[in-house]
């Protein structure tokens, strides 16, 4: 099981980037996905979440310039960011929840970080 994700880079304060995060290989059921970060010298902290149904948690740096959405049938997530600001600088990791086919429980799982870098 493989996480993918795309869409970091260099944006300007106040501009906005789209992350995206693919799951593939085999798996029983994918249940959370969402994203985190790592910021520089910090904790890594929660961007956003989606449950497979829908719900949503979002970290309180983020809450109001990010939405994420999710399409189960692709095994993919995405994550927009707007107003983007120097603070919002760092590595963001693509996370999921996957129940591995030899597994009964589910475990987390993490992508490879891309980097954002927002410039003043």
């Known amino acids: 099981v493989q996480l993918q994700a795309s869409g970091g880079g260099l944006v300007q304060a106040g501009g906005s980037l789209l992350l995206s995060c693919e799951v593939s290989g085999e798996f029983t059921r994918l249940d959370d996905m969402g994203w985190f970060r790592q910021l520089p010298e910090k904790q890594l902290e929660l961007v956003a979440v989606?449950?497979?149904?829908?719900?949503?948690n979002y970290g309180g740096s983020v809450k109001e310039r990010s939405t994420i959405s999710r399409d189960n049938a692709k095994n993919s997530a995405s994550l927009q960011m707007n107003g983007l600001k120097p603070e919002d600088t760092g590595v963001y990791y693509c996370?999921?929840?996957?129940?591995?086919?030899?597994?009964?429980?589910?475990?987390?799982?993490w992508g490879q970080g891309t980097q954002v870098t927002v410039s003043s």
């Open positions: 996370y999921a929840s996957i129940q591995p086919i030899w597994d009964r429980v589910a475990s987390d799982r």
């Open positions: 989606m449950t497979r149904g829908g719900d949503t």
